[in-house]
């Protein structure tokens, strides 16, 4: 029997990381799985998210049952995992990543700020996920010897066959243009959650065209914009090309 093929994809928030699972879906040899470690890091943190109960009874709130489910095999030849980089807090298993092979999605942080704080007011530089993205970023380099493909989102939006191919490349796949097109409505590996942050991609069938207006900070959230620059910036330079 073939191996499964693991791909750990580490996006923050408000990126285009589900519709990237909505795309990994529409392969006929991938199965995807939404934020495993979602329940665990609320449990940890106690955080007051969106919809915590819901998210607390839905998936296993115990780290290493979590992060031997990531590195198992499954009945698909390709297993994606969505992951937020913020979740994986200090009790979480580190172990596990050397089974899956490893991608990185990013996002300048004053869009994801913007995008974030219309959401949820309460807003850190943490929940953003920019400086534990970058160190689990250097940590796939140490563990495997090698930079591991880094996305922008808007270069996936500005040109999706060209960057989707270049990304199955990078994670040594083969490349399926059924990647590109996807049904509208929910998905069936979606998180509960989704009924509170995803509205957008539900009513998608693709990768939607990049905005072309600049996003609108509000000022007392510049400084979170400004700590998390040096981590973005740090993984922007090896970002993938068409």
């Given at each position: 029997?073939t191996?499964?093929?693991?791909i750990?994809?580490?996006?923050?928030?408000?990126?285009?990381s589900?519709?990237m699972?909505?795309s990994?879906?529409?392969?006929?040899?991938?199965r995807?799985?939404d934020?495993?470690?979602?329940?665990?890091?609320?449990a940890?943190?106690g955080l007051?998210?969106p919809?915590?109960?819901?998210?607390?009874?839905?998936?296993?709130?115990?780290?290493d049952l979590?992060a031997?489910?990531?590195?198992?095999?499954?009945?698909?030849?390709?297993i994606?995992q969505?992951?937020m980089?913020?979740?994986?807090v200090?009790?979480?298993?580190?172990?596990?990543?050397?089974?899956?092979?490893?991608?990185f999605?990013?996002?300048?942080p004053?869009?994801?700020?913007?995008?974030f704080?219309?959401?949820?007011?309460?807003?850190?530089?943490e929940d953003?996920g920019?400086?534990?993205?970058?160190?689990?970023?250097d940590?796939?380099?140490q563990l495997?010897g090698?930079a591991?493909?880094?996305?922008?989102?808007?270069?996936v939006l500005?040109?999706?066959?060209?960057?989707?191919?270049?990304?199955c490349?990078a994670?040594r796949?083969?490349?399926?243009?059924?990647?590109?097109?996807?049904?509208?409505?929910?998905?069936?590996?979606?998180?509960?959650?989704?009924?509170?942050?995803?509205?957008?991609?539900i009513?998608?069938?693709?990768?939607a065209?990049?905005?072309?207006?600049?996003?609108?900070?509000?000022?007392?959230?510049?400084?979170?914009?400004?700590?998390c620059?040096?981590h973005f910036?740090?993984?922007?330079?090896?970002?993938l090309?068409?």
């Amino acid at each position: 029997m073939t191996e499964t093929v693991r791909i750990a994809m580490w996006s923050g928030p408000r990126n285009i990381s589900t519709a990237m699972m909505r795309s990994w879906s529409s392969r006929r040899d991938c199965r995807v799985v939404d934020e495993p470690f979602y329940a665990a890091y609320l449990a940890e943190t106690g955080l007051d998210h969106p919809m915590r109960a819901e998210i607390l009874a839905s998936q296993s709130q115990d780290w290493d049952l979590v992060a031997s489910d990531c590195a198992s095999a499954c009945d698909a030849a390709i297993i994606f995992q969505k992951h937020m980089s913020q979740h994986m807090v200090a009790a979480a298993p580190l172990g596990w990543m050397s089974a899956c092979r490893h991608a990185f999605l990013i996002r300048p942080p004053e869009e994801v700020a913007a995008s974030f704080s219309a959401k949820w007011d309460a807003m850190t530089a943490e929940d953003l996920g920019f400086r534990r993205q970058s160190e689990l970023f250097d940590h796939i380099c140490q563990l495997t010897g090698a930079a591991p493909p880094v996305v922008m989102a808007a270069d996936v939006l500005q040109d999706p066959g060209g960057m989707m191919r270049a990304l199955c490349s990078a994670l040594r796949v083969d490349w399926d243009p059924a990647m590109l097109q996807w049904t509208a409505g929910r998905h069936p590996d979606d998180g509960v959650w989704g009924a509170h942050w995803y509205n957008a991609v539900i009513g998608s069938t693709g990768f939607a065209p990049p905005s072309r207006r600049p996003p609108a900070v509000p000022e007392e959230h510049l400084a979170i914009v400004d700590a998390c620059r040096p981590h973005f910036e740090s993984m922007a330079r090896h970002c993938l090309k068409a």
